[in-house]
């Protein structure tokens, strides 16, 4: 080949070699688009709640005394066993109130039929009297025997109704549907007024206890809603408000106590557990975006709104975070679209490939 014509050739050559270097170079200075998902900011309801384990306790546990003196014959139920209202839980020895029955129907009996024939007489007496055959003084004193014999019959009447309610009372009955929490007796005790005998726990009205820390009392008030739920029963959610605040005492620890109180929602057990969901604060319309939009980085808190093919960086302030989304409160006007996954590889203004 001839040197001119290989000069040219050389210098041709070059120049294609030096064009497709440029090129190369060009596209190794453009970043390749990040594939991400996106999704529309929303709105919803915010919840600001606190969670905690609590305890059931029966609402009302009436303990049960003697209400007559005798001696404990038979005992028919234990402790936890379910019990309703006006069901035989004790039974004394009878047989002496029945013996105190029996002279009281008599007293009666007996006072009846004088008082019966002290009428007579006064009548007969009232005749004669008229007929001026007795004197005044006979007729009144008939008559005062028939005024004590009137008073004596209201008082052995009064005594029937006092021994028939000692027999009525020798058998101990269940004042409320529950479960017997205590018993203080057993066969052949001696019990009187003064002794207790069964402490019932109510399971028609419960009363449940939640610990809070005391930092969190003065968020506390009467009225805030409570949703529970108790192991016995994981499938029942009851839903109530908070009745009282109150300091924890004797525990050693600085907390507070909420109670609530309810009706058994069924299943219930006095001594169950229940966790409960407390309703501190509730936002309408708040802006929610899915949790994994919202990236840290050292300006804070940020989330991608796409534009077109790149995204823009926005610090954002962040509320609560409930099922997968978290509450924006600042940073957003509600009408973007934002990274979802691949979020966390973005920068501000770098290229992205958004799918569905």
């Given at each position: 080949?001839?040197?001119?014509?290989?000069?040219?050739?050389?210098?041709?050559?070059?120049?294609?070699?030096?064009?497709?270097?440029?090129?190369?170079?060009?596209?190794?200075?453009?970043?390749?688009?990040?594939?991400?998902?996106?999704?529309?900011?929303?709105?919803?309801?915010?919840?600001?709640?606190?969670?905690?384990?609590?305890?059931?306790?029966?609402?009302?546990?009436?303990?049960?005394?003697?209400?007559?003196?005798g001696t404990v014959a038979r005992v028919l139920v234990d402790v936890g066993a379910a019990v309703t209202p006006g069901q035989?839980?004790?039974?004394?020895?009878?047989?002496?109130?029945?013996?105190?029955?029996?002279?009281?129907?008599?007293?009666?009996?007996?006072?009846?039929?004088?008082?019966?024939?002290?009428?007579?007489?006064?009548?007969?007496?009232?005749?004669?009297?008229?007929?001026?055959?007795?004197?005044?003084?006979?007729?009144?004193?008939?008559?005062?025997?028939?005024?004590?014999?009137?008073?004596?019959?209201?008082?052995?009447?009064?005594?029937?109704?006092?021994?028939?309610?000692?027999?009525?009372?020798?058998?101990?009955?269940?004042?409320?549907?529950?479960?017997?929490?205590?018993?203080?007796?057993?066969?052949?005790d001696y019990v009187d007024t003064r002794t207790k005998l069964f402490e019932i726990a109510n399971r028609a009205r419960m009363r449940v206890h939640l610990p809070f820390p005391e930092s969190l009392a003065p968020a506390l008030r009467p009225?805030?809603?409570?949703?529970?739920?108790?192991?016995?029963?994981?499938?029942?959610?009851?839903?109530?408000?908070?009745?009282?605040?109150?300091?924890?005492?004797?525990?050693?620890?600085?907390?507070?106590?909420?109670?609530?109180?309810?009706?058994?929602?069924?299943?219930?057990?006095?001594?169950?557990?229940?966790?409960?969901?407390?309703?501190?604060?509730?936002?309408?319309?708040?802006?929610?975006?899915?949790?994994?939009?919202?990236?840290?980085?050292?300006?804070?808190?940020?989330?991608?709104?796409?534009?077109?093919?790149?995204?823009?960086?926005?610090?954002?302030?962040?509320?609560?975070?409930?099922?997968?989304?978290?509450?924006?409160?600042?940073?957003?006007?509600?009408?973007?679209?934002?990274?979802?996954?691949?979020?966390?590889?973005?920068?501000?203004?770098?290229?992205?490939?958004?799918?569905?």
């Amino acid at each position: 080949m001839p040197t001119a014509h290989r000069l040219i050739f050389l210098v041709v050559a070059t120049v294609v070699l030096a064009g497709c270097g440029g090129d190369e170079a060009a596209a190794k200075k453009t970043p390749p688009a990040t594939p991400i998902s996106v999704a529309a900011v929303t709105r919803g309801t915010a919840i600001t709640a606190e969670h905690v384990l609590g305890r059931v306790e029966s609402a009302t546990s009436p303990q049960l005394f003697a209400e007559v003196p005798g001696t404990v014959a038979r005992v028919l139920v234990d402790v936890g066993a379910a019990v309703t209202p006006g069901q035989v839980l004790a039974e004394l020895d009878k047989a002496d109130l029945r013996l105190a029955l029996d002279a009281a129907r008599a007293d009666v009996g007996r006072i009846t039929a004088l008082l019966a024939n002290q009428q007579r007489t006064v009548g007969r007496y009232e005749q004669l009297h008229a007929d001026k055959l007795i004197s005044q003084d006979t007729l009144d004193e008939a008559q005062a025997e028939l005024k004590s014999l009137t008073e004596q019959l209201a008082g052995v009447r009064a005594g029937l109704a006092t021994a028939e309610r000692a027999v009525a009372k020798a058998r101990i009955l269940a004042p409320v549907t529950g479960v017997v929490a205590a018993r203080f007796v057993a066969a052949g005790d001696y019990v009187d007024t003064r002794t207790k005998l069964f402490e019932i726990a109510n399971r028609a009205r419960m009363r449940v206890h939640l610990p809070f820390p005391e930092s969190l009392a003065p968020a506390l008030r009467p009225g805030l809603t409570v949703n529970m739920r108790s192991p016995v029963a994981p499938e029942q959610v009851v839903t109530a408000k908070l009745d009282a605040v109150r300091p924890v005492v004797n525990d050693g620890s600085r907390a507070v106590e909420a109670i609530v109180q309810v009706d058994n929602p069924g299943s219930w057990t006095v001594g169950a557990s229940v966790n409960a969901e407390l309703i501190l604060e509730q936002r309408e319309n708040a802006l929610l975006v899915p949790e994994v939009s919202v990236v840290r980085r050292p300006a804070g808190d940020v989330v991608y709104v796409l534009k077109g093919d790149s995204v823009e960086q926005r610090k954002v302030t962040t509320g609560v975070r409930q099922n997968g989304m978290v509450e924006i409160r600042a940073g957003l006007a509600g009408d973007e679209t934002v990274a979802v996954d691949g979020a966390g590889f973005l920068t501000d203004q770098a290229r992205v490939q958004p799918r569905s």
